[in-house]
């Protein structure tokens, strides 16, 4: 038995008694009640329904990989050499760069349901409960090098705002690596992150893995114990089908790897900065242990942030630097 099936199972929102969930998973009530247990130490909110059994908290709609992928326009589904959906996985962008070394990886697509050692930008960890968010890793091969990648990582955001957008959200973009979203009190909070990692030759054929991680539910438990203003999806549309939202997501990244190569961030330059979080506000600039004060100006071409610090303007280029804003 793995936490994934007995989860497929408590999908459905009904209650199910410790033996119905035993005999059904072929295993004794006892080891249901450790599993159970288990579930509650990742997060997962359960009911229990006295006399009956257990339910879970809110509703849950587990990824199929062949709802995804039926789900795809054509040209997405030509652009897609494979498609994972894994209940539990370290890292999904680990995952991917172990098919590129197995001389796969292009084109591939890994969701999982649970990360037990991912990573966000600068070494954080990423971390919700089963199935209440949308992880998801990209591989790509690029032939040109790595100087084609400049703003990848921002054109990657640019798609993830475009497709939220269709299901009635505005959400904003934090450079470099950010997607926030108002929460109801007005405060942005983080709703994804995107953390890119590049091997290969700077000059010649590269392997991209492109991890996304977006919040879609956040118990009130998991909220406070993140130091920084978070936002979930399913605060502000409650009603969205993961496979839709994760099949809307793959066509839309897929399309736009395709055509990066040669027409490289020019493309998404302006939609990005339309979206700018904080275009024209006072932020803190943060280098290692430096950080100073600016007013945040556009993004360029090559994915470079424009600030101005003391009258004079600089440009920001990605890696270890972080912004925040100032108040």
């Known amino acids: 038995m793995t936490i994934g099936n007995l989860m497929r199972l408590l999908s459905d929102g009904e209650v199910h008694s410790g033996e119905q969930l035993g005999e059904a998973l072929g295993v004794s009530r006892a080891a249901v009640w450790k599993q159970l247990k288990k579930l509650e130490a990742l997060g997962v909110e359960l009911v229990a329904v006295k006399g009956r059994g257990y339910r879970l908290a ?19 589904r030509h652009l897609l050499t494979r498609l994972f959906v894994e209940d539990q996985l370290p890292s999904s962008n680990e995952y991917l760069r172990e098919r590129f070394s197995q001389g796969a990886g292009h084109g591939e697509v890994c969701f999982v349901e649970l990360q037990t050692a991912g990573r966000g930008r600068r070494g954080r ?92 539910s956040l118990p009130d438990s998991l909220r406070a114990t993140i130091d920084q203003p978070v936002a979930a999806l399913f605060d502000a549309q409650p009603g969205i089908s993961r496979n839709q939202l994760a099949a809307d997501m793959v066509a839309g990244l897929l399309n736009m790897l395709a055509g990066f190569e040669t027409r490289g961030f020019a493309p998404w330059l302006n939609a990005w900065n339309q979206r700018h979080a904080y275009a024209g506000l006072p932020i803190r600039v943060i280098q290692g242990e430096r950080s100073s004060d600016a007013v945040a100006g556009d993004v360029d071409e090559s994915g470079n942030l424009w600030v101005t610090e003391n009258g004079y303007s600089r440009r920001l280029v990605g890696g270890e630097i972080s912004v925040r804003r100032r108040l």
Not at 159 to 181: A, F, I, T
Request: with cysteine.
């Open 58 to 76: 809110y509703p849950l709609e587990p990824l199929e990989g062949a709802k995804i992928v039926e789900r795809l326009p054509a040209d997405a």
């Open 125 to 216: 960890v990423w971390s919700t409960p089963w199935g209440q968010s949308l992880m998801v890793s990209m591989g790509w091969r690029f032939e040109s090098g790595i100087n084609a990648l400049e703003g990848l990582s921002l054109a990657v955001g640019v798609v993830v705002s475009q497709v939220l957008e269709r299901y009635g959200v505005s959400p904003k973009l934090k450079w470099p690596n950010d997607v926030l979203l108002a929460e109801q009190g007005g405060e942005l909070g983080k709703l994804a992150g995107i953390l890119i990692e590049v091997t290969g030759d700077a000059a010649g054929p590269c392997e991209v893995v492109i991890g996304m991680g977006m919040n879609l």
